[in-house]
Every structure is written in structure tokens, then in C-alpha cells.
């Protein structure tokens, strides 16, 4: 074996202790996060807060302790995480100032979007509601929140000058970001999906072909769709950013055929019940799918991609 190689597997080895011990720092810091979570909430006065306060009596109100618990636990893991990955980052001379900066990045996005999930989670059906339930709020905060904080503890936010890859810190901060975008709007999408297929009523009947398997795949493209949008806006390099806005200009063509589908097959509802239209609901999208690659014309409109983050977001 040549020097050179010796030199190179010596550093990938490097690298991956570096990132075992970071990924190691981030779980502990979730957990040591989800005990004080669970301690801020049962016990608030060892806090010095009051236990009815305005903002725990609303939450109470609203009956949304659940998924109050998960944005709190959120917010609380991402910076223990980042303290506890601090000197690992800072013993192998990562970017502690630029992953800091990444850190309070997510964060905030986290924020915002716990924000706007809180103002709209009078549209997901409430737990009291006739045959209905309110899980689906809960999950959607996991998966859409659940990516700020995945790119957290799994030290990802802590760069490297200079990697495998060849990105540079300021090209991996886009990255990073673009990757946590695509990946927000994309579950966030396919949720949006799921609610609209949930409440879909013209016909009531027609609803099944709305909800699954067809409003979660148009959801997610579309949702994909915008995030790779907000992708594309934060590369730089023309070529790369072209490249960007054909994958999504392909998902938008997926997300409306999809869509087209779905609501032409739910019109059926107004003649054939409930029961028939869940089997021809499952089946529909994947006829779709199944057409498109025996028509070239219907290839254009359906082309089915697979979901791709910016080299070196997660790495």
C-alpha cells in the first residue's frame, strides 16, 4: 500500500471517530434534554416558574400538552447538544464559531416553524371530534421539527475547513440549509396532504382517494417542490442552481398529476361508497406511476425522482 493511500485511509478513520464522538455528544445531549424537559414540566417551580402561568394555562386549554412537550424537548436538546459537541469540535479543530452560527440557524428555524404549526393547528382535527383524532398534528411536528434537530445532534453543524468533498464552510452552511429546507417542506408537504385528504368532502365518499396513499405523495412533492426552490436560491454557482429548478420544475409536474388524479378518482365517491373507493384510492397513484412508464407523453408529466439534499448538508 502507497504512502498516499496509508495518508488517506488514516483520515477517513479520523474523520469517523470524529463524527462517532459528535454523534455520541448529540444523543447524549437529547436525552440529558428530554429528563429536563420532563422535570421543567412536572416540577416548573424548581425553575422559578409558576405552574399556572398564561402560557401553561392555554396550553392546557388547547389540549396540545403533547405536542407542546415536543417543541419545548426540541428547543431544550439543540443547544445542550451543541454544548456537549463543543470540545469534540473543538480537540479535532472544527469550525466552532461557523457551527455555532449553523446551530442558532436551526434553532431559529425551529422557532419559526413550531410558530406557524401553532397557528394553524386549528385546521387538524381535535381529539373530542366525531371518529376523528389529533395524532396527526403530533406527527407532523416530529417529522418537520424533527430535521433541524436530527442535523444538530448528528454534528453536522460543527464543519470542517475542508473535506472529501471540497466544499468549503461557507458552501456547507448553504448546503446544510438548503438540505434542512428540502427536507421541512417535503414531510411538512406530504402532512398538508394528508389534512387536505382528511377533510376532503366533494364528495365525502370521494375522501380515501384524497388521503392515502394519493395525499401524502402529492403533498410530499409538492412540498419538495418548494424546498428545492429555497435550494436553488441559496446556491450560488448558475450551472448548479439551473440544475436545482429542473428537479423542480419535474416534482411541481409529479405533485399536479398526482393531484389531478387523486381528485378525478375521488369524484367517483358520489356513486360508489366508502367502502369500494379506499381499494381504488390505493391503487390509483401507483396506476399512475405504472402508465407513465409505458407513454412517453405521460413520462413527462410523471416523472418519479428520487429525493436528493445538497452534497454535504449531513455530512
Request: charged share 15%; aromatic share 8%.
Amino acid at each position: 500500500m502507497s504512502r498516499t493511500s496509508a495518508t488517506r485511509l488514516e483520515a477517513d478513520a479520523a474523520a469517523s471517530r470524529d463524527k462517532a464522538l459528535r454523534i455520541a455528544a448529540g444523543i447524549t445531549g437529547m436525552v440529558g434534554s428530554l429528563a429536563l424537559t420532563i422535570a421543567l414540566v412536572t416540577s416548573p417551580e424548581r425553575f422559578g416558574l409558576s405552574s399556572s402561568s398564561a402560557l401553561f394555562e392555554r396550553v392546557r386549554e388547547t389540549g396540545r400538552g403533547g405536542e407542546a412537550f415536543i417543541v419545548t424537548w426540541f428547543l431544550v436538546a439543540m443547544p445542550l447538544s451543541g454544548l456537549l459537541q463543543t470540545p469534540v469540535a473543538w480537540l479535532r479543530r472544527l469550525r466552532i464559531r461557523a457551527g455555532w452560527v449553523l446551530l442558532a440557524s436551526q434553532w431559529l428555524i425551529t422557532v419559526l416553524l413550531a410558530a406557524a404549526a401553532w397557528s394553524v393547528e386549528g385546521l387538524f382535527p381535535a381529539a373530542d371530534s366525531p371518529g376523528k383524532s389529533d395524532g396527526l398534528f403530533g406527527a407532523a411536528l416530529l417529522v418537520v421539527l424533527g430535521t433541524p434537530l436530527f442535523a444538530v445532534c448528528s454534528g453536522s453543524v460543527f464543519p470542517r475547513e475542508s473535506g472529501a468533498d471540497g466544499l468549503t464552510v461557507a458552501e456547507r452552511i448553504r448546503a446544510q440549509l438548503a438540505g434542512t429546507a428540502v427536507l421541512v417542506c417535503g414531510f411538512g408537504g406530504a402532512c398538508a396532504g394528508l389534512l387536505c385528504g382528511m377533510s376532503f368532502g366533494f364528495p365525502a365518499a370521494g375522501a380515501p382517494a384524497m388521503f392515502l396513499p394519493g395525499g401524502l405523495l402529492w403533498g410530499f412533492c409538492a412540498g419538495i417542490t418548494l424546498g428545492t426552490l429555497i435550494s436553488a436560491a441559496l446556491q450560488r454557482a448558475p450551472e448548479s442552481r439551473h440544475a436545482t429548478l429542473t428537479v423542480a420544475a419535474s416534482f411541481a409536474r409529479l405533485a399536479t398529476a398526482l393531484l389531478a388524479a387523486c381528485l378525478c378518482t375521488a369524484q367517483l365517491g358520489w356513486f360508489l361508497p366508502t367502502g369500494i373507493m379506499v381499494p381504488v384510492g390505493l391503487v390509483v397513484p401507483y396506476l399512475l406511476l405504472w402508465l407513465a412508464g409505458r407513454y412517453e407523453r405521460l413520462g413527462h408529466w410523471v416523472e418519479w425522482r428520487t429525493v436528493e439534499v445538497p452534497k454535504g448538508a449531513f455530512t
